[in-house]
Nanobody, 115 residues
Framework: QVQLVESGGGLVQPGESLRLSCAAS????????MGWFRQAPGKQREVVAV???????TYADSVKGRFTISRDNAKNTVYLQMNSLKLEDTAVYYC?????????WGPGTQVTVSS
């Protein structure tokens, strides 16, 4: 069993920053893939950023240059630093990990960007 705990969401104004964290615990031997997805009201869930076990990163075009994904392997934690937030970044953000036992989703954390 694997548990994911997300934190760092909140309400900010356009141009401000937030940092999301997602800590994994439980029966984890290895984490291959860690990533962040988001789902805005009325829209499908979409990938925001992913990072492999070797540190390779991929970003959605809409967040390139503004968001940075990183991971701390010792803590089984993935982070998402979000800068220059825009109104359209408003969504529920979910972390996802793929381990030796399967894929897991976090419960989601709300990010609201509003003036």
């Amino acid at each position: 069993q694997v548990q994911l705990v997300e934190s760092g969401g909140g309400l900010v104004q356009p141009g401000e920053s937030l940092r999301l964290s997602c800590a994994a615990s439980g029966s984890i031997f290895s984490i291959n893939f860690m990533g962040w997805f988001r789902q805005a009201p009325g829209k499908q869930r979409e990938v925001v950023a992913v990072i492999t076990s070797k540190g390779s990163t991929t970003y959605a075009d809409s967040v390139k240059g503004r968001f940075t994904i990183s991971r701390d392997n010792a803590k089984n934690t993935v982070y998402l630093q979000m800068n220059s937030l825009k109104l359209e970044d408003t969504a529920v953000y979910y972390c996802r990990i793929v381990t030796n036992t399967g894929g897991y989703w976090g419960p989601g954390t709300q990010v609201t960007v509003s003036s």
